[in-house]
């Protein structure tokens, strides 16, 4: 398992989802991307499969946030900051138990 794959497990663990959510790395135009399919059951952050360790920490974070407001789209508003600064201390904390 990658220190990528463990730190999705860590904010999967740290902060639960309603809906069912997958997290994959694929080549892709955009660093990440945050979709909601399958008659709105499942939640998908997709992140690009090249980016190194930081940026795609940093992308899957931001993605983060847009998972946690999709029932109350508002790019960027108040749920997205409240989650992705959750993830930033779920990195925190990860970082902390020395991952």
Do not use: C
Not at 51 to 59: E, G, I, N, S
């Amino acid at each position: 398992m990658t220190r990528f794959d463990r730190f999705v497990a860590h904010l999967k663990a740290s902060q639960p989802f309603r809906r069912r959510l997958v997290v994959r790395r694929v080549a892709m135009g955009l660093d990440g991307n945050t979709t909601l399919s399958g008659s709105f059951r499942t939640i998908t952050i997709s992140i690009h499969k090249n980016l190194p360790f930081d940026r795609a920490r940093d992308a899957l974070v931001h993605e983060w946030g847009h998972a946690a407001e999709l029932d109350d789209w508002e790019p960027h508003g108040e749920v997205w900051g409240k989650h992705q600064a959750l993830a930033y201390r779920a990195w925190e904390e990860f970082w902390e138990a020395g991952n």
